[in-house]
């Protein structure tokens, strides 16, 4: 897998991202920015994902915007990331956009992940809620967030990404899992590095001293 490396290496923490080219355009400052936020010590891993809408889909669903639907590669590329959590230290998983997604799923197939950062994750993906409900997530805390235009999409199956993030904090709180769901100001398109970054310290700063 191609990864990018930022942070300390010898760090207690190790975060995992799935990245695109856009993500890494924005990343040095994503890490600046948790660093801002958080006296913990990390090391950043960033995952190059090479086909977006296979890589991180959990299973198949149509295509919601132009002619590529999702396909259920998802297992296979969380099979390539567990590798990069080593023994001994508190790896954390996140992401933006279907990135979030995946990190969510991921934290309800091993229990690898102390805490899921899914900033603005893509919810609305057919049946995940559902997933959600039927299942337990496998991590100590979940941090999500939302742009607060992001429901106002006139696409009906990404508009319903506010109701299913209100839908998927209360699961998780019912299921007495820590949680905590953020409103950021604008559209799906702003600020995905800001947003990321608020995640990640937000789990940061909600693990067990001992872990810092």
């Known amino acids: 897998?191609?990864?990018?490396?930022?942070?300390?290496?010898?760090?207690?923490?190790?975060?995992?991202?799935?990245?695109?080219?856009?993500?890494?355009?924005?990343?040095?400052?994503?890490?600046?920015?948790?660093?801002?936020l958080?006296?913990?010590d990390f090391r950043m891993i960033a995952v190059r994902v090479p086909d977006w809408n296979r890589d991180l889909s959990p299973w198949t669903a149509p295509a919601v915007f132009g002619k590529e639907g999702f396909r259920d590669g998802a297992?296979?590329?969380?099979?390539?990331?567990?590798?990069?959590?080593?023994?001994?230290k508190a790896c954390y998983i996140g992401g933006y956009s279907l990135a979030g997604l995946f990190a969510l799923w991921a934290a309800y197939r091993t229990d690898r992940f102390t805490g899921v950062a899914a900033a603005s994750p893509?919810?609305?993906?057919?049946?995940?809620?559902?997933?959600?409900?039927?299942?337990?997530?496998?991590?100590?805390?979940?941090?999500l967030?939302?742009?607060?235009r992001e429901e106002k999409t006139k696409n009906p199956v990404m508009a319903?990404?506010?109701?299913r993030i209100r839908e998927a904090e209360g699961i998780l709180k019912a299921q007495g899992i820590p949680c905590t769901l953020e409103w950021n100001p604008?559209?799906?398109?702003?600020?995905?590095?800001i947003r990321t970054a608020k995640?990640?310290?937000w789990i940061l700063n909600h693990t067990p001293e001992d872990r810092r």
């Open 75 to 88: 297992a296979d590329f969380l099979a390539g990331i567990l590798p990069l959590c080593p023994e001994g």
């Open 145 to 148: 967030s939302l742009g607060d």
């Open 1 to 36: 897998m191609e990864t990018y490396l930022f942070g300390t290496e010898s760090a207690p923490n190790v975060l995992i991202q799935p990245v695109d080219s856009h993500d890494l355009e924005g990343i040095e400052n994503e890490v600046k920015t948790i660093r801002e």
């Open 199 to 201: 995640a990640f310290a």
């Open 160 to 163: 319903a990404v506010g109701s």
């Open 122 to 143: 893509s919810v609305w993906f057919p049946g995940f809620t559902e997933y959600m409900e039927a299942n337990r997530i496998q991590s100590k805390a979940v941090y």
């Open 186 to 193: 604008g559209n799906h398109f702003r600020d995905a590095d």
């Open 38 to 40: 958080t006296d913990a």
